[in-house]
C-alpha cells in the first residue's frame, strides 16, 4: 500500500559533514554581503557557480532589500552545490533584528538559478550558516555601539560541518 503525499516522511539518510567555505564579501551597494558556499562533495562548488552565485547577490538584493526597505546595508548569502540541486539563499538585516530572505534554486550542474515559490526556509546544512550569522548580528549589531566591520569580520570558520 503505498503512502499518499500528506503522509508523515522519515528522514532516509544520515547527518553527513559537508564542506563549508567563506568566498568574501560581496559589494552591491548600498549592500555588502558575506558569501558563504556549501559543497555535497569536492568539486561541487565550482567558479563558475561561485560567479553565477556573486550575479544573483549583485542584481537581486538591492532591489530586494530596498523593498522591504529600512535595511542596514548588510547580510549574507549561502551558494549550497546540493546532492540534487544548487540554492542560493540571499539573506540582509531589515528593521534592526528582522532576517530577510530571498531562496533560488538551479538544477545541478548548471549555474542559473530561478527564484523559489515553495514555502522552504533553508536545509539543515544552511541553518549553520545561519546560526552562525544571528550570532553574529547580535554580537555585533544589536549592542550600543553597533560596528558594521566587526559584523563582516565575524565569518564561520572554513571547514566541515
Avoid at 530572505?101 to 548548471?110: A, I, K, N, P
Wanted: with cysteine.
Amino acid at each position: 500500500m503505498g503512502r499518499s503525499s500528506d503522509s508523515p516522511r522519515l528522514p532516509a539518510q544520515r547527518y553527513r559533514p559537508r564542506e563549508f567555505g567563506f568566498d568574501g564579501v560581496v559589494a552591491c551597494e548600498p549592500l555588502r554581503i558575506k558569501l558563504y558556499t556549501i559543497g555535497f562533495d569536492s568539486g561541487s562548488v565550482t567558479p563558475g557557480l561561485v560567479q553565477a552565485a556573486r550575479h544573483a547577490v549583485e542584481s537581486i538584493l538591492p532591489v530586494a532589500a530596498a523593498a522591504v526597505g529600512d535595511h542596514h546595508g548588510l547580510g549574507y548569502a549561502i551558494l549550497h552545490a546540493g546532492e540534487h540541486a544548487n540554492w542560493l539563499l540571499l539573506d540582509w538585516w531589515a528593521h534592526d533584528e528582522i532576517g530577510c530572505q530571498r531562496m533560488l534554486r538551479g538544477e545541478r550542474g548548471t549555474a542559473v538559478f530561478e527564484p523559489v515559490m515553495e514555502p522552504y526556509q533553508a536545509c539543515v546544512w544552511e541553518h549553520v550558516v545561519i546560526a552562525h550569522e544571528y550570532g553574529a548580528w547580535r554580537r555585533a549589531m544589536l549592542e550600543r555601539e553597533p560596528d558594521a566591520e566587526a559584523y563582516l569580520a565575524d565569518v564561520l570558520a572554513a571547514g566541515f560541518y
